[in-house]
C-alpha cells in the first residue's frame, strides 16, 4: 500500500473532520427516514437532498478512513533543506514567493501551500538555501532561487 505523507496539523485536521462527518451523520440519517415517510421518492425534493448529503458524508468518511490507513506523519526536520514541514523563500523575476510544504494531500496553491508531488515540489525537493532551479513550464523557463527556509 503506498504511504500518504502528512504534517501533524494535517493529520490531525483530517482526524477533525473524521470526528465531524461521524458526528453528522445521524442527523442526516434522520432526515432521510423523514423525507422517505413523505411519500412518493421520484418527486421528493427533501429526499434526493438527504440521500444526496448522506453519500457525500459516506464517501468523505471513506477516503478519510483510507487516508488515514495509508498515513505517515513526517517530523519536521532540522536540516535547512527542502522538505515536508518548510516555509521556503524563493526569489523569482525579482519577486519573493513564500511557500509551505506539506503533505502529499495537504496542498493548497491559493494559500500558499504545495506537496512535494506537485511539479515545482518536485523540483525544490531536498534543496538548500541559494540553489537556484530551472523550472520549465511551457511558456517560458523560470529560475527559482531559495533565499531562506524556515
Not at 453528522?24 to 422517505?36: G, H, S, T, Y
Not at 519536521?76 to 524563493?90: M, R, Y
Amino acid at each position: 500500500m503506498k504511504q500518504i505523507r502528512f504534517t501533524k496539523d494535517g493529520y490531525e485536521k483530517l482526524e477533525k473532520e473524521l470526528a465531524d462527518l461521524i458526528k453528522q451523520r445521524p442527523a442526516v440519517i434522520e432526515d432521510l427516514q423523514k423525507a422517505r415517510e413523505l411519500g412518493d421518492l421520484k418527486e421528493n425534493g427533501y429526499y434526493k437532498a438527504s440521500r444526496g448529503k448522506l453519500t457525500f458524508i459516506d464517501g468523505r468518511i471513506f477516503r478519510i478512513k483510507m487516508s488515514m490507513k495509508q498515513a505517515v506523519i513526517v517530523e519536521d526536520s532540522a536540516e535547512q533543506i527542502v522538505t515536508i514541514g518548510k516555509t521556503v523563500t524563493l526569489l523569482v523575476n525579482g519577486k519573493e514567493l513564500v511557500y509551505s510544504f506539506v503533505g502529499d494531500l495537504e496542498a493548497n496553491p491559493s494559500e500558499g501551500k504545495i506537496s512535494l508531488l506537485s511539479p515545482l515540489g518536485k523540483a525544490l525537493e531536498n534543496k538548500k538555501v541559494s540553489e537556484e532551479i530551472e523550472f520549465e513550464t511551457p511558456a517560458k523557463k523560470i529560475i527559482y532561487k531559495i533565499i531562506a527556509i524556515k
